[in-house]
């Protein structure tokens, strides 16, 4: 029996296409897909510059699904159970693994990512245990926004406690303002967000930033002071991954200071090496999430308002259209879906 899925088979170039649906093996369960997120690095990928999308191939890692069918050996759901699932699949066997640090594991794989077939698709098989049951009643659509969270809940939580904390974040993008409602949580003194858009400031502003920044239209360090004086923030998180956004959050950053960099947009960039250096600031990368820390992240979501993320939803036939609107306007939308209901 075949079903449909969004095919990218060479750079800007997407299509529907039928693919045999998957049979569940053993520990797997077949999925049913009901929504699908389009990430900036599905974005990214469909430019084909990367490397990290290799044709042709089924992206898509940001999803909520029904269980359709359990393989053999599957005893922690049922048939019908609305799921999320955590798309980094570790071996469960190395070091990283055994230490709760499954997103280090060097034998990984990424659902959507390379060549492994991702979420964009009617149908997806994966191992029951990576499968999270999504709280009673919790929207399948905000379901979605589960692995975008817990890359930011993952971050904020290397941070410690956040607590009288003075807080920049560098950018507004879906990541930055969901670190800034991951630190809310723990009631830091200030925030400050920091974006090229002034739409997203203005969402920034609307999940409770304190302060924001343009730096198109305002001098950033002369602003950062305004805000958080000479000394400048504790803590800065770095959400974009390009230079002169780094160079920002470590100028940003108080001496002897903290600065937690999740954006992983350049492989290469520019950095001012002497300010860490001689102002002792410690720099921090975050990738992805444990195990742990995806669960963590989905009990969170319930109490979180995160609506204006669902910016736009389409069809599947309609899907490949958004890639191209996006890769024009990255911004155009904070997240798109695929809504397969």
């Known amino acids: 029996m075949n079903m449909r899925t969004l095919l990218y088979t060479a750079p800007r170039k997407l299509e529907i296409s039928e693919m045999t649906k998957p049979e569940p093996k053993g520990g797997e369960v077949l999925l049913e897909v009901l929504a699908c997120g389009i990430c900036g690095s599905d974005v990214h990928g469909y430019f084909g510059t990367n490397g990290r999308r290799i044709p042709p191939m089924v ?3 940001e999803f909520s699904a029904r269980i359709a069918v359990l393989g053999n050996n599957c005893t922690r759901m049922k048939a019908g159970d609305l799921v999320t699932v955590q798309p980094c699949m570790s071996c469960g066997k190395c070091e990283f693994c055994v230490s709760g640090r499954e997103n280090l594991c060097g034998n990984r794989k990424v659902l959507g990512v390379f060549d492994i077939n991702g979420a964009m698709a009617e149908f997806i098989a994966v191992p029951e245990k990576f499968c999270f049951l999504l709280p009673q009643g919790m929207d399948y659509r905000v379901a979605s926004l589960t692995e975008p969270f817990a890359v930011s809940h993952a971050a904020v939580k290397k941070a410690g406690d956040l607590r009288g904390k003075k807080i920049v974040i560098i950018g507004g993008g879906t990541i930055g303002l969901m670190t800034l409602l991951a630190a809310k949580l723990q009631n830091p003194a200030h925030i400050a967000v920091s974006d ?10 609307k999940m409770g930033a304190d302060s924001v920044i343009n730096p198109a239209k305002e001098d950033f360090d002369k602003r ?5 004086g000479v000394k400048k923030a ?25 600065s937690i960099w999740i954006g992983n947009n350049h492989k290469m960039i ?23 820390e995806f669960g963590d992240a989905l ?12 910016a736009k939803e389409v069809k599947l036939s309609e899907a490949a259209e958004v890639f191209a609107e996006l890769a024009e306007n990255p911004e155009k939308y904070l997240k798109c879906i695929i809504n397969f209901t």
Do not use: C, W
Request: hydrophobic residues 40%.
């Open 196 to 205: 090229l858009s002034d739409s997203r400031l203005n969402l920034a502003k």
């Open 224 to 228: 950062i002071e305004e805000i958080f």
């Open 234 to 258: 504790d803590l800065s998180f770095e959400a974009v991954g390009i230079a002169p956004t780094v160079n920002q959050a470590v100028s940003a950053t108080a001496t002897g200071g903290l």
């Open 59 to 61: 992206m898509g890692h």
């Open 299 to 310: 009990k969170l979501l319930p109490d979180l308002h995160l609506d204006d993320f669902l």
């Open 270 to 292: 520019d950095i001012n090496m002497q300010s860490i250096v001689t102002r002792e600031i410690t720099v921090k990368g975050t990738y992805m999430y444990s195990h742990r």
